[in-house]
């Protein structure tokens, strides 16, 4: 299952990239493939894959890749086998879809469901055991609530990062109004839940940090909000663009703020406004690659933005004007990844670093393609044609 063999044998069965593709049509479904090559030539599903159910979220745990279906609430989990193929080994199921993942070492997967209609319900953390696919836990907990008791006054939390740091799990979250519209009554602070891990049932967290120097973390969808760098040392990114889905916009810079490694707190002296450096925007999504380094992907044109248009395709709005660039986190500096256009993308899996490599999907409103990345020189190879709507993920599982 999952192994493109493309005509040549075994060989491909035994190595290759695995990916969380999207085809287009009606239905638009999508498969988790393997392929040897995709430097060059094309990427499509025709006869190759593992078809999934509706619209899914892809997270990569060790050596591990979790499909979860936004629909159909359904996990599954796919290895290498003996034989080299990528196969499922298990399923799971859950009561809301999983919107929130992180990770503990290579060998755990938590994740967080995220009630979408605005209700004051506790929510379900997921403890999963990478290995077998299988959950070990389930733990009730809450975020952050305002009820006031008519809809659409209040507000929840919506979690943006699952990150466990030794003890303690971090989860950086949006104030969304309790009526199920997804309006951000609060945008112009930055909010992070803090809990001692393992996570007790029935657990509330034990403090949150605010920081007014920027916007809410994260932004819908991505599960990277916060990343763990050297030493420790946490950052989080704040977008606050209309266009990524906050409504009313905010009115604090796109910037990243930073927890210093054995510290729960922001760190005052640390604050880099991405809007404000050299080659900046609006950070719409960032993951960690190594040595105080990020990727990331700016929004350059706020012009014709509406509400949520950085999800759409729309060429009447801001939608193709985002680009790729290397972040520094320790020196604060912001690189153009050379040879990469202008482009849209909705939504991004975590990264998985292949020798100081990795692979992204980029989509502009005359093709796809693959692109690897050379994270060192900010620099861009372009790869296989994507014969499809996009490729969320690139995976190693075999080596």
Known sequence: NGADTGGNGASEQRSGISMGFKDTGDTEPEYVL??????????????????????NFF??????????????FEAKAYRVNDAGDVEQIS????????????SVGDDTLIASDQPRDGTHTTRKLYTVDATTGLITAKTDYSIFDD???T???G???????????????????QKLDDGGNFFTPDADMAYVAIYDYPLAQGASPKAIISDDRTSNIGVNGSSTGLIEAE???LYSFSCGSLSAGFSPASTKPSGILRIKGGESEF???????IEEATNGGKLFWFDYVGDNKAIGRLITDETNNYAWSAYTKDPESNAFTQKLVIIDLANQTVTDVAGIPLHHKRYTSNVDVMDGKVYVSIETEEVNNVYEVDIATATATQGAVIEGKTIKGFYNLHD
Request: glycine share 16%.
């Open 155 to 173: 507000s929840v939390g919506w979690a943006t990062a699952l990150e466990v740091r030794g003890s303690e799990l971090f989860i950086p979250f």
């Open 147 to 149: 009820d006031t008791g």
């Open 91 to 102: 399923t799971f199921f859950y009561d809301w879809p999983l919107e929130a993942f992180g």
């Open 231 to 233: 030493g420790g040392d």
């Open 267 to 273: 760190d005052a002296e640390y604050f880099f406004n």
């Open 151 to 153: 809809p659409g006054e």
């Open 34 to 55: 393997t392929k040897e090559d995709i430097s060059q030539g094309s990427v499509n599903a025709t006869g190759a894959g593992d078809e999934q159910i509706g619209w």
């Open 59 to 72: 997270y990569r745990v060790g050596k591990t890749l979790f499909v979860t279906g936004y629909q159909n």
